[in-house]
């Protein structure tokens, strides 16, 4: 297994480089949200944010279209397929993973989206639950807009002005960057309530 994803790996980078990689990059990050994909579409992002820097952001918001797009493939497998998303989710070993994204959402509500795109956790798990916990679909969207934009407009932001090294740095960090992103919004909510 180990050898296959350092073969996907060079493949992707082999690829970023390519005068077609923006199709690649926009099918791997569609695929990426429903379908377990071993490499996020950050690798390939990455590469040619820093290899073109003046297209990064245009990178970015494919990224971003791509992924939501693929979530709501996911959502709709969630909503109407569960019990064949389970046998799958369990048998490539998330299942841990889904529970605890499960627990999330008991806690946080339709808000898990929202730091979705910084966890460790998959993404594809999220939007199998989101739509097999019935989520309101607009929120979802919106939530995968704000959480996915905004993972792939900093990737981008940070391969564009400091390289793999900036990069490196917010990926180790990412999750923290998530649970700053929900106390921010939840201090908003509170503030405009009262």
């Known amino acids: 297994m180990q050898e296959l994803i350092k073969k996907i790996i060079n493949f992707v ?66 909503f109407y397929a569960i019990d064949f998303a389970m046998t799958y989710i369990e048998s490539i070993g998330l299942m841990d993973a889904y529970v605890l ?21 998959p993404f594809k798990i999220f939007t199998i639950m989101a739509g097999s916990m019935k989520m309101n679909i607009i929120i979802f969207l919106l939530a995968s807009i704000v959480s996915r934009g905004l993972r792939f407009f900093i990737v981008a932001y940070a391969s564009k002005k400091g390289g793999q090294v900036a990069v490196d740095k917010i990926m180790n960090h990412a999750d923290k960057l998530g649970y700053l992103f929900m106390a921010l919004l939840l201090i908003g909510l509170i503030w405009s309530v009262f």
């Not at 994204?101 to 956790?121: E, K, M, N, P």
């Open 13 to 78: 980078l082999d690829q970023s480089s390519r005068p077609g990689a923006i199709y690649l990059l926009f099918t791997w990050s569609f695929v990426e949200a429903w379908f377990i994909i071993p490499i996020p579409p950050d690798a390939l992002l990455i590469p040619m944010s820093i290899a073109n820097r003046s297209r990064a952001y245009f990178y970015a918001y494919m990224t971003t279209i791509s992924s939501v797009i693929g979530g709501l493939v996911g959502y709709l497998i969630g």
């Open 101 to 121: 994204a499960t627990d999330w959402f008991t806690v946080w509500g339709s808000a898990v989206i929202l730091i979705a795109g910084f966890t460790v956790i």
